[in-house]
């Protein structure tokens, strides 16, 4: 018996069906070709299996099994997809609910390390994730996920330079939360500050634009934003450690960290992750890792869905 898994981002939709030990390779569907999630779902199934039930993960906070995609305003509503295609049972988590309940199988190649020892077997897993927006959420074992709006907390400076752009934030946006740091937005909002701070003029530059200077040494100021943001995902990371308890170790996803591993490597990401004053000692054994598994998700899609 299948169950029809997907991952639903605001531009593709990827599905797969699991039959209780593996999926098939997922196919990505373009989201503008279609009218509804519903819709395309439909579509992949047109020439597949009837799943007995289905498992969507989406980017968003799910209440009463239905979510709104934010870069749309579809409603992504369990009843009424499961309605739609005569699938009996179909669960709308939240993405990093997925995400989060990839982490247990998650190992070798699909984990670029960023220092510490061992895990703690047993312990609570953390995971954040830059991308659009900032995700955040826990494992807890044995089997339990934590999803939380941990991106939208805020930020703390840890040093002049850091307080000056948090300052500058403010004032542009009011609260600043770490998705305002931690994002691809976020890139952008540093970089605009950087310039601001320094009396420069100019456009201001796109996260891909920022990153690519950044990475080929062709611009100091694309390079500070982005050791800033490495600085400031590392504080975090450490953070969340200690809130959660997660000396099973802590893991950056996303869409954005992958791109540039090596350049987080060698950041001040893991000075700053153990820079938590008496708890240092707490927090070095601690593993962090970047996921490098591009169908993470759907790992824990399907896992959410041998618990069903």
């Known amino acids: 018996m299948n169950t029809l898994i997907a991952d639903i981002g605001g531009t593709n939709a990827r599905f797969a069906l699991f039959d209780g030990r593996t999926y098939t390779p997922p196919l990505r569907l373009a989201l503008d070709e279609v009218d509804s999630i519903a819709e395309a779902a439909a579509g992949y199934l047109i020439d597949r299996p009837r799943p007995v039930a289905a498992v969507f993960a989406v980017a968003g906070p799910v209440q009463d099994n239905r979510v709104t995609l934010t870069n749309r305003g579809w409603v992504v509503d369990g009843a009424e997809i499961a309605a739609a295609l005569g699938i009996p049972r179909v669960r709308v988590v939240n993405d990093f609910a997925a995400l989060s309940a990839s982490l247990p199988d998650l190992a070798g190649e699909d984990l670029f390390p960023l220092g510490g020892a061992q895990a703690e077997p047993g312990a609570p897993l953390a995971v954040l994730g830059p991308g659009t927006g900032l995700g955040v959420g826990a494992f807890l074992p044995p089997d339990r996920v934590l999803v ?62 920022i990153t690519a200077r950044a990475l080929a040494g062709e611009c100091p100021v694309c390079r500070e934003a982005l050791e800033i943001f490495c600085a400031a995902l590392g504080g975090v990371a450490g953070d969340l450690a200690l809130l959660y308890g997660a000396r099973g170790g802590v893991y950056v996803g996303g869409g954005i960290c992958p791109r540039f591993p090596e350049f987080i490597a060698a950041s001040r990401f893991r000075q700053r992750f153990e820079a938590k004053g008496r708890f240092c000692g707490w927090l070095e054994p601690i593993p962090a890792w970047i996921i490098m598994r591009p ?14």
Do not use: C, K, Y
Request: no cysteine.
């Open 148 to 209: 939380t709006e941990g991106g939208h907390s805020s930020i703390a400076a840890h040093d002049p330079r850091e307080a000056a752009v948090i300052e500058w934030l403010r004032g542009r946006f009011g609260h600043v939360s770490a998705e305002r740091l931690l994002s691809g937005q976020g890139i952008e909002n540093i970089h605009a500050a950087l310039v601001a701070l320094d009396g420069g003029g100019g456009p201001e530059l796109e996260a891909a634009a």
């Open 295 to 308: 169908d993470a998700a759907m790992v824990g899609l399907a896992a959410l869905a041998r618990q069903d």
